[in-house]
């Protein structure tokens, strides 16, 4: 099986400019969570979506946000970019997140530079 | 809060040595435990995990932990180290269940490893 995919893997932009982030999940997976690793917070929890739904959100502020789409597909979407939004990006998915399954399998990430 | 600990910024050992990397939990119900490892410029691979059962876990590349709930504790085990198992290690636990089903995983800081010919 492939594993998770993530475009674009690196991207620079300008400060109050958005972005876009696309994540493609293992086959089979319905749930897809987004976490955004820096050297000084580590990795920490964006949101996370099963079957098109956002069923968990971590503490960022509003101008984070993602979707599902019905091919369990998704993308995160960052407005209004901020210097300390420059980070690493890394998408999971995971075929079973209620039961014993729940290890995440992680895709290679997007470096997201923002000057 | 379902929480974890990794003590050591970084853990040197010689090749051929084993090698221990520490990881300490804080939940409460039972602990779903997790190791990951990244290398450099590259996303995280999933090592090994603790549900329920034998308290020794085998994982890929020869790793293995220990789950040990007096100590709270999940250390991450190999016998014989590789130069190449030089990388970053994380210790995760899923979070509690929230109202919508979701969870999330919280990791440690995070433990570098330098196996040194």
């Known amino acids: 099986k492939a594993g998770v995919t993530q475009t674009p893997r690196y991207l620079i932009k300008t400060r109050g400019q958005q972005v876009t982030l696309s994540c493609s999940p293992i086959?089979?997976?319905?749930?897809v969570s987004w976490y955004q690793q820096t050297p000084g917070q580590g990795l920490q929890f964006l949101f996370e979506y099963f079957s098109e739904t956002q069923r968990n959100k971590g503490n960022f502020p509003g101008r984070f946000s993602g979707r599902q789409f019905s091919n369990s597909r998704s993308e995160m979407n960052v407005s209004t970019l901020e210097l300390g939004d420059s980070a690493l990006y890394l998408c999971?998915?995971?075929?079973?997140?209620?039961?014993?399954?729940?290890?995440?399998?992680f895709g290679p990430g997007t470096r997201l530079t923002v000057t | 809060a379902q929480s974890v600990a990794q003590p050591e910024d970084q853990v040197n050992v010689a090749e051929g040595n084993p090698l221990t990397v520490k990881c300490t939990y804080s939940v409460s119900g039972n602990p779903y435990l997790f190791w990951y490892v990244q290398y450099p410029n590259r996303g995280l691979q999933f090592l090994l995990k603790y549900i329920t059962g034998d308290n020794l876990v085998k994982g890929s590349y020869g790793f293995e932990a220990e789950f040990n709930k007096s100590q709270t504790s999940f250390h991450l085990k190999k016998p014989s180290a590789l130069v190449s198992d030089s990388a970053l290690y994380f210790c995760a636990v899923r979070g509690p269940q929230n109202s919508n089903s979701g969870y999330a995983l919280n990791f440690g800081k995070g433990t570098s490893l330098l196996v040194t010919p």
């Open positions: 999971a998915s995971s075929l079973d997140p209620t039961g014993s399954s729940y290890e995440q399998y």
């Open positions: 086959s089979g997976h319905r749930s």
